[in-house]
């Protein structure tokens, strides 16, 4: 059994109001449209850069197939939206026409938090 004394469990969300939780859509078509696909994924996390709670956006690709990509956003709001955000399902709604699409919520459990050298912070 692994040594956990170390580790320290953030429990930043039960102390506030606020949620974390993350909504991730992966898509995946065919590979002449990869282009269109990074494309769209590319302007969508853009459009919703001022979106109250945004924390983050970020884009990836399969690391075995061109055409298979995901966003993921990262949201601290008051309450997690169970069935994703406006702009996530519109978004969906959207790749649903040309690809396959997964799109889903998860709400934050536990994190461990690094410091910028990637060690745990010493209290």
């Not at 601290?76 to 399902?89: I, K, N, V």
């Amino acid at each position: 059994m692994m040594d956990r004394d170390w580790l320290q469990l953030s429990t930043e969300g039960a102390e506030r109001a606020d949620m974390r939780w993350l909504e991730t859509i992966r898509a995946r078509t065919q590979e002449h449209n990869q282009k269109w696909l990074s494309d769209l994924l590319l302007d969508s996390a853009i459009t919703v850069i001022n979106e109250p709670g945004l924390v983050e956006a970020r884009i990836f690709r399969s690391s075995s197939f061109q055409n298979y990509m995901a966003v993921a956003f990262t949201w601290d709001t008051e309450t997690p939206s169970p069935q994703g955000s406006r702009a996530a399902l519109s978004l969906a709604r959207d790749l649903k026409a040309s690809s396959l699409v997964e799109h889903s919520v998860w709400i934050e459990e536990n994190s461990v938090v690094f410091d910028q050298a990637g060690y745990l912070p010493q209290n």
